[in-house]
Structures are given as structure tokens and as C-alpha cells.
């Protein structure tokens, strides 16, 4: 009798699962393509004209030149977590961990954030690193990337002060943005409470789960090879700048933009990529609105924007894809 009541919860639980999943996939990708949607409405004929055209007199070269940097970023990411890995006592060769990484960027394309569980679940799979291990150490990874990634906006913020206040204000009334300030700190206030004084059992069980993750996100505080880390993480966040810098050559009514709008666009951008399911219709659509305070024409940012955020999203899938075939492979005795 008192199974039928467990098997109903489970499904629900289950249900609940599935239906969280589906809509964190859902959603941005709807809020993309209505961007896109709304993009494409908004301009004459002319205009759709005129973006068109200037996919086919950009000059490539310089996309080419941001890809083969882009490409470097990555190893560079393969590499440095080679160093998080060493801490907790394990090892991963190089070819694995960056097959890993490239796989884990196709899948953030899918579902947020599943490329960080695929990195653990394949070097767990290929070189039996216990998964809370190695999703700990990339679990650290990403508070340190945040942590730069907040560096570049102060950066971006104390270049062009007065530009970003208005940017952000137009898009997100003082109003508002107050509202989800506060609205965010409670929250955060209320999850702190429950996770340090709760006694519900799946409190417990975040608890235990966290437990397992801190081993991982420590090996940066106490690794011995700091300075090699912190190196790699600059050079990681300097390719990702030198990506976006070289592509604005790719139209003359970009390539004389300053360093004060190179660094506004790229936190744009940045934070467009790393909330949503790749920037899909968000990337360009924010990188245009950025660069009309620079005088430049939304025409020119939207197929600038386009044009970034495609060959990026082709390194992306070229690199997982290949990845995908060869890593098996290369590790068929495993």
C-alpha cells in the first residue's frame, strides 16, 4: 500500500525534473528567436539589404585570425586544469582534457551549464577521476572566470563611465533595477539561512553533495603551481579580448572603434554568452544596442554581431564535433 504513494512522488519528482530541464532549454532559445524576430521587423527592406551586403564584403581574414586565437584559448583552458587535477592527486593527459572542454562547449549550446557535468562525466569515464573531484575543480574554474569576468565590467565601467550607466538604464529602469537588487539579496539571504540552519532532509542532502565539490574548489587555493594557473587564466581571458578585438577589422565603420568600446561590447557580449544558451539572437541583438553609442549604425552592429557570434559558434561545433569522434578513439584500451 505504501508503495504506490512513493512510485506517484517519484514520477512527480520526476516530472518537476523534466519540465525545469526542458524550460531552461526552452526559454532562452524563444527569447533568442524573438529577437531575431523582432530584429528583422524593425528594418526596411533597405536595411536587410544593407546587412546582407555587408556579409559579403566583410573581410574574413581577421575572423580567420580570431578562430585560430580562439582555438589557443582553449588549449590554454586544457592546460590549466591539468593543474586543479594534479592537486587532487590525478592525472589527465592534454588531448583529454581539451576534448573534454571542446565537448563541453557544444553541449553548453543545448542545455546551460551541461558542459561542466559532461567535462567530469568523460575524464571520470577515460581516466577514473571520481566525478565530485573533477566537477569541483571546474566548479573553481567558473568562480574564477566569474570573478574576471566582474574585473573586465568594472574595467569596461571605469573607461566609459557615463556611456555604461546610460546603457544600462535604458535597457533596465533605476526602478527596476533596485527591485532586482533587493529582490536578489533576499534571496540569497533566505538560501544562506536554509543551507546553514535547515533540518529538511534535501538540505541535508545539498549539504552532502557540496561536501563532495569542496575538495575540488580548494585545489586552486592550495595548489602548489598558483602562479602557472593564474598565468593561463590570463592568457585565457586575453584571447577571448584579442577575439573580439580582431574581428572589429572586419568593417571599416568598426575597425576604428577605441578601447573604451572594444571593452563595453565584449563585457556585452560576454555576459550575453554566459547566461543564456550561447547568445543565440541575444549576442548580436545587445552588441548592436552597444555600439549605437559609438556612432556606429545598428545596421553595421547587427551584421557585425552576427558575424562574431557565427564564427565563434562555428569553432565551438567544429572543435566539439571532432572531439567527439576522436576521443573514443584515442582512448579505445580505456
Known amino acids: 500500500m505504501s508503495a504506490e504513494p512513493n512510485q506517484n512522488q517519484s514520477e512527480n519528482e520526476g516530472f518537476k525534473a523534466a519540465l525545469t530541464r526542458w524550460f531552461s532549454i526552452v526559454l532562452p532559445f524563444l527569447v533568442g528567436a524573438f529577437l ?16 546582407k551586403n555587408y556579409f559579403k564584403t566583410a573581410d574574413y581574414f581577421y575572423i580567420y585570425c580570431a578562430g585560430i586565437v580562439a582555438v589557443l584559448g582553449n588549449a590554454s583552458r586544457a592546460y590549466r586544469w591539468k593543474y586543479s587535477l ?7 593527459s592534454f588531448a583529454n582534457n581539451f576534448m573534454a572542454v571542446s565537448i563541453g562547449y557544444v553541449l553548453n549550446l543545448t542545455i546551460p551549464k551541461s558542459g561542466e557535468v559532461s567535462r567530469a562525466l568523460l575524464i571520470k569515464k577515460y581516466n577514473n577521476i571520481p566525478f565530485d573531484k573533477g566537477f569541483g575543480s571546474i566548479v573553481a574554474e567558473r568562480i574564477i572566470d566569474l570573478l574576471v569576468l566582474l574585473m573586465f565590467m568594472l574595467w569596461a565601467v ?20 533596485i527591485t532586482l537588487m533587493v529582490l536578489s539579496t533576499t534571496l540569497l539571504a533566505i538560501a544562506f539561512w536554509l543551507y546553514r540552519y535547515s533540518k529538511w532532509g534535501f538540505v541535508h542532502s545539498i549539504r552532502d553533495k557540496i561536501s563532495g565539490l569542496r575538495d575540488g574548489v580548494m585545489s586552486v587555493v592550495h595548489m602548489k603551481n598558483k602562479g602557472a594557473y593564474l598565468l593561463h587564466t590570463f592568457f585565457i581571458w586575453f584571447s577571448y579580448l584579442l577575439t573580439f578585438y580582431l574581428a572589429i577589422f572586419v568593417f571599416p565603420e568598426t575597425g576604428h572603434l577605441p578601447i573604451n568600446a572594444v571593452a563595453s561590447a565584449f563585457v556585452v557580449g560576454s555576459i550575453a554568452i554566459a547566461f543564456t544558451n ?3 539572437g541575444s549576442y548580436p541583438f545587445l552588441i ?13 552592429g547587427q551584421a557585425f554581431g552576427w558575424i562574431v557570434w557565427i564564427s565563434q559558434m562555428l569553432v565551438v561545433v567544429a572543435l566539439g564535433a571532432i572531439s567527439f569522434i576522436l576521443m573514443p578513439i584515442m582512448n579505445r584500451k580505456k
Open 288 to 300: 548592436a544596442k552597444i555600439l549605437t553609442f559609438y556612432s556606429i549604425a545598428e545596421t553595421t
Open 36 to 51: 531575431v524576430i523582432y530584429t528583422y521587423y524593425k528594418f526596411n527592406d533597405q536595411q536587410i539589404d544593407q546587412i
Open 86 to 92: 594534479t592537486q587532487l592527486g590525478y592525472s589527465s
Open 278 to 280: 550561447s547568445g543565440f
Open 158 to 177: 571605469w573607461l566609459q563611465f557615463d556611456l555604461v550607466k546610460k546603457f544600462i538604464l535604458d535597457q533596465l529602469p533605476l526602478g527596476q533595477l
